[in-house]
């Protein structure tokens, strides 16, 4: 059974960066694409960045300019690097990894609280 785990969440100030991690239990190259979602309370949860096999990248309005969405395929890995964090990308974040064969697995999603 494929596994994703995100990690890195934690409280933080206005302005401050976070990282976050998401690990996949299969070989990255069978990833068709991956993808950083969040969901605030009383809120949809939204795409915030994703990254294909290619490494093309898309990012949220929101997102652009303050967030990457880097990977290390040699570790089966892919991140969120956050800067310049507000108040309102308080969430839980999720990862989510559509892999060939299997579809779409969702990671169980890590907080990510900005407030000072």
């Known amino acids: 059974q494929v596994q994703v785990v995100e990690s890195g969440g934690g409280l933080v100030q206005p302005g401050g960066s976070l990282t976050l991690s998401c690990a996949v239990s299969?070989?990255?190259?069978?990833?068709?694409?991956m993808g950083w979602y969040r969901q605030a309370p009383g809120k949809q949860r939204e795409e915030v960045a994703t990254i294909n096999k290619d490494a093309i990248t898309t990012y949220a309005p929101s997102a652009k300019g303050r967030f990457t969405i880097p990977r290390d395929n040699a570790k089966n890995m892919v991140y969120l690097q956050m800067n310049s964090l507000r108040p309102e990308d308080t969430a839980v974040y999720y990862c989510?990894?559509?892999?060939?064969?299997?579809?779409?697995?969702w990671g169980r999603g890590t907080q990510v609280t900005v407030s000072s």
């Open positions: 989510k990894a559509n892999i060939r064969l299997l579809g779409e697995t």
């Open positions: 299969v070989n990255i190259f069978q990833i068709r694409n």
